[in-house]
């Protein structure tokens, strides 16, 4: 037992540590070197991955608002399994506390948020595809050649 403890107390005190030394061995100037032919140049010197105007706002939308969806759901669903049964309480004064189960206070902010994710988040998501969608309209004609690098890989792309 006093064993297990020691291994179990190691290994917590000297991960941490490890960590630490490993983080301080990378340097502090960590920036990559991108062709400027994959890049789109972004002002004075700087550049960014090019992205088509309202890709970043559409997906934005999109997350805003399955999340919103869910906490309405589920805002709902928990709202209508509260009890209606309402306990009262009396202190040692003779005052009336009414206790209620709290889950619906919980439904009720869950709703709220999730209406107030889901909104915005259909205006974003309707508005960034009709900026993408003109988008690819003016470049109908174009032909492209594109290479791009992602986390997933290397891809190249010819659209005629």
Do not use: C
């Not at 006093?2 to 107390?9: C, G, Q, R, S, Y």
């Not at 290994?11 to 061995?25: C, E, G, H, I, R």
């Not at 902010?109 to 889901?118: D, E, I, R």
């Amino acid at each position: 037992m006093k064993a297990t403890l020691f291994v179990i107390l190691l290994l917590t005190t000297s991960m941490p540590a490890w960590a630490q030394f490993n983080q301080s061995v990378v340097a502090v100037n960590d920036e990559r070197v991108v062709s400027p032919l994959i890049m789109n140049p972004a002002g004075e010197g700087a550049y960014k991955v090019y992205m088509p105007p309202g890709v970043r706002m559409r997906k934005a939308g999109r997350i805003l608002t399955i999340i919103g969806g869910a906490n309405l759901i589920g805002g709902f669903i928990l709202f209508n399994s509260v009890d209606d049964i309402s306990y009262t309480r009396y202190d040692a004064n003779g005052t009336a506390y009414v206790e209620m189960d709290g889950r619906a206070a919980l439904g009720i902010v869950m709703m709220a948020g999730g209406l107030g994710m889901g909104i915005p988040g259909v205006i974003l998501w309707t508005k960034g595809s009709r900026k993408y969608k003109r988008y690819l309209e003016q470049h109908e004609g174009e032909q492209t050649v594109s290479f791009n690098m992602n986390g997933n890989g290397v891809s190249l792309r010819y659209q005629f």
